[in-house]
């Protein structure tokens, strides 16, 4: 499997900005979805998730923010981030799994100025 995102910039606080992760070499619609960031010096932190069926779940920060969501035509993930906040600046990456795999894609940076 293979994972790339993109979306990442450079944004104001309380912007929007959205998130894609392409996944390719295996059956997209079969398995779950989850957006990770990790911030300079800081250890990396699972952000949302979406499974196979669609249900979706959010660390707390960003609950109410950020939108997970899948197009299981385009093999595509995102993550829809409104409100934006400077400390929801890192990079973000995207994640599955196949069975004990782990699959990460590349990571994309985003900035949110003050």
């Known amino acids: 499997v293979q994972l790339q995102a993109s979306g990442g910039g450079l944004v104001q606080a309380g912007g929007s900005l959205r998130l894609s992760c392409v996944a390719s070499?295996?059956?997209?619609?079969?398995?779950?979805m989850s957006w990770y960031r990790q911030a300079p010096g800081k250890q990396r932190e699972w952000v949302a998730g979406?499974?196979?069926?669609?249900?979706?779940n959010y660390q707390v920060s960003v609950k109410g923010r950020f939108t997970i969501s899948k197009d299981d035509a385009k093999n595509t993930a995102y993550l829809q981030m409104n409100s934006l906040k400077p400390e929801d600046t890192a990079v973000y990456l995207c994640?599955?799994?196949?069975?004990?795999?782990?699959?990460w894609g590349q990571g994309t940076q985003l900035t949110v100025s003050s």
């Open positions: 994640y599955t799994a196949r069975g004990s795999l782990s699959y």
């Open positions: 070499g295996s059956t997209f619609s079969n398995y779950g």
């Open positions: 979406i499974n196979r069926g669609g249900t979706t």
